[in-house]
């Protein structure tokens, strides 16, 4: 079993920044991979960005809609990954629910953080 505890978040006003961190815990996991999505009411959840595990390879992914605005980073010590999101827009504001798919294929997820942009 995997916990995530996921913090930041909160409301900004378009242009501004965020950082968003979620930290995995639990007895005898080892990530696959591990990052963020979101979801908006009506919609289904969509990629944010992932960063891929010590071993398992890859590289990370970014959804369409933050590159060049959204940075992933990982800190494989402390099981923990932080998103820096800046260049917000209006558009960004959803629920962020951080993820990790472990190496056993099993799907965990955070229970979710709002981010709201709005002047």
């Known amino acids: 079993q995997v916990q995530l505890v996921e913090s930041g978040g909160g409301l900004v006003q378009p242009g501004g920044s965020l950082r968003l961190s979620c930290a995995a815990s639990?007895?005898?996991?080892?990530?696959?991979?591990m990052g963020w999505y979101r979801q908006t009411p009506g919609k289904e959840r969509e990629l944010v960005a992932v960063?891929?595990?010590?071993?398992?390879?890859?590289?990370?992914n970014y959804g369409d809609s933050v590159k060049g605005r959204f940075t992933i980073s990982r800190d494989n010590a402390k099981n923990t990954v932080t998103l820096q999101m800046n260049m917000l827009k209006p558009e960004d504001t959803a629920v962020y629910y951080c993820?990790?798919?472990?190496?056993?294929?099993?799907?965990?997820w955070g229970q979710g953080t709002q981010v709201t942009v709005s002047s």
């Open positions: 993820h990790v798919l472990t190496t056993g294929y099993a799907d965990y």
């Open positions: 639990g007895s005898s996991f080892s990530i696959y991979r």
């Open positions: 960063v891929p595990g010590i071993t398992s390879g890859g590289t990370i």
